[in-house]
């Protein structure tokens, strides 16, 4: 959970904050994620979303395309001494990351946003939240 401001140099290096290097460990999984931002997943639980995915029948376009997106742009990366990461310029370019990058939490993945994409994400959400929360839950759950 929560949400981290950092700057991506001009060789492609992020902080990931301390909070998430413990449960990502030594190696992890960046990815191209959803909404134009990178998923960030520990390689346990990136192999557990690639043996579902390829339990969808390979026949299905959708399937097909979905695994070449997400697939594609997987690369495994471990931490530098001092918590960095390197990005690949594919997944920079992908995300839009210029300067100032937003990583949040979100549950079992890190994503990581452009400021401007975070931004124009949150703005375009934030006033539709409580209808978002009321098709997504289960009347009993009080948030």
């Known amino acids: 959970m929560g949400e981290y401001h950092h700057n ?3 060789k492609g ?7 998430f290097r413990e449960d990502l460990k030594d190696k992890f999984v960046i990815t191209r994620g959803l909404e134009n931002c990178l998923f960030a997943y520990s390689v346990d639980d990136f192999q557990k979303i690639v043996s579902e995915l390829q339990k969808i ?14 697939l594609s742009g ?16 594919p997944l920079i370019s992908f995300a839009g990351l210029k300067k100032e990058c937003v990583i ?4 079992d993945r890190l994503e990581i946003w452009s400021k401007e994409g975070w931004d124009e994400f949150f703005n375009s959400t934030k006033d539709n939240m409580s209808d978002i929360a009321e098709g997504l839950f289960d009347t009993n759950i009080n948030i």
């Open 13 to 19: 290096r992020l902080t990931i904050p301390s909070k």
């Open 57 to 70: 029948p390979f026949t299905k376009k959708d399937a097909r395309g979905f695994m070449r997106f997400f």
């Open 104 to 107: 949040i939490g979100t549950g």
């Open 8 to 10: 991506i140099d001009e």
């Open 74 to 89: 997987a690369t495994e990366v471990e931490f530098d001494k001092q918590g960095r990461i390197n990005i690949s310029s």
